[in-house]
Structure formats: C-alpha cells, structure tokens
C-alpha cells in the first residue's frame, strides 16, 4: 500500500507514536507485504506467517516509543518479525534447539542457487526443512547474520550454526535433484 499523500513514513511513524490508530491501520497496511515477505521464510504455511506478522505487529505498536528513527524503519520491522518466528518456533518444537551436534561433521560445500526456481518454489523447499536449518539458512544467507550472531538468537554454539547451514545446504541441493513431487518434509 503506498502512504496517503503528504505523508512520509517519518511522519506517519511520528503520528503512530503519538497513538493516533487510523495511522497504525496505515503503517500496518504499508509494511504489511514487506512483514510477510520476512515471515514466509520463516513459516511452513501462508496462515502460520500470517501469525507471525500479526504477533509482530502487536509487539511494534507496543515497542514503537522506542523505535529510534535515525535508523532504517525496516530493518528494526524486519528483526522483530525474525524474533517473533523464531519464538513461535521455540514454542512449537522446544525439543529440536535442544540437539547436541557440537561434534558432527562439518561439511563445506558451496550451494548455487538454481536460474529456474521462482520465489514459491524456493518458499517451498525451505519449508520442507527442519525448522532449525530453515531458520539458520534464512538467519545466515537471507538476513545476513554471522553463525556468532545466530547462536546468540538461537542459544546454540556458533559451530552447530555452521553444521545446520551445511546440512540445510545440502537438503536444498539434494531436494533440487530429486524429481518433482517427491519432496517430503523432514523433521
């Protein structure tokens, strides 16, 4: 949704801290494709990122106070909406942070993403994976984050943040080999 006319997301942000809730309506509608874009990552469903996105959006409205606006709005949205899945997640499966894979192989392998694959298709393998390596893949290779930050987020050593992204490597890469609809989902 674009803004109304006359109004920046400066000031719009500045009338939301101010608690005017037909401008919180407006910012929610503004940000509202760019949240589920961050949430679908992060999601097996369109219904469970569509939680996601709503939980993070109470928690802006909630937090807005201490946004400090000389930084990109954006990106303060989008680590919100990062932590509220990651959180949902915790909740959901608490027993898979918990693996001890300090002394598993750690394999290198470099991952080209294949020309072909729309944004759907790609939605769609990384919701086939475990929830920890679809959150580490998206954690290190979407947003950026380095294994000493992940493991920070996710409380596990930055050296099973690097086995979880080389195990999520190699699951995308052997689900981009096999034939069509014969992709399950692994716990």
């Not at 401008?23 to 569509?50: I, N």
């Not at 509220?84 to 750690?106: F, S, V």
């Not at 052997?174 to 609809?181: A, D, H, I, Q, Y």
Request: with cysteine; charged share 30%.
């Amino acid at each position: 949704m674009h803004l109304p006319k006359g109004i920046t997301e400066e000031k719009l942000i500045q009338q939301c801290k101010n608690g005017d809730l037909k401008h919180l309506e407006v910012l929610y509608k503004h940000f509202y494709g760019y949240a589920m874009g961050v949430g679908l990552r992060y999601s097996y469903s369109r219904d469970d990122a569509q939680e996601v996105v709503n939980d993070a959006f109470i928690k802006v409205f909630g937090a807005l106070q201490y946004y400090d606006a000389g930084k990109p709005f954006k990106a303060w949205l989008r680590t919100i909406v990062v932590n509220t899945a990651i959180d949902k997640q915790r909740k959901e499966q608490k027993h898979q942070w918990g693996k001890d894979i300090e002394n598993a192989l750690q394999l290198e392998s470099p991952f080209n993403a294949v020309e072909q694959l729309n944004v759907d298709d790609i939605l769609k393998l990384l919701a086939l994976l475990p929830d920890v390596h679809r959150t580490v893949f998206n954690l290190y290779e979407i947003d950026g984050y380095k294994h000493d930050e992940i493991a920070e987020i996710l409380g596990i050593p930055a050296s099973s943040s690097r086995v979880y992204l080389t195990r999520a490597k190699d699951k995308l890469r052997e689900m981009l080999n096999k034939p069509e609809g014969k992709h399950e989902r692994r716990v």
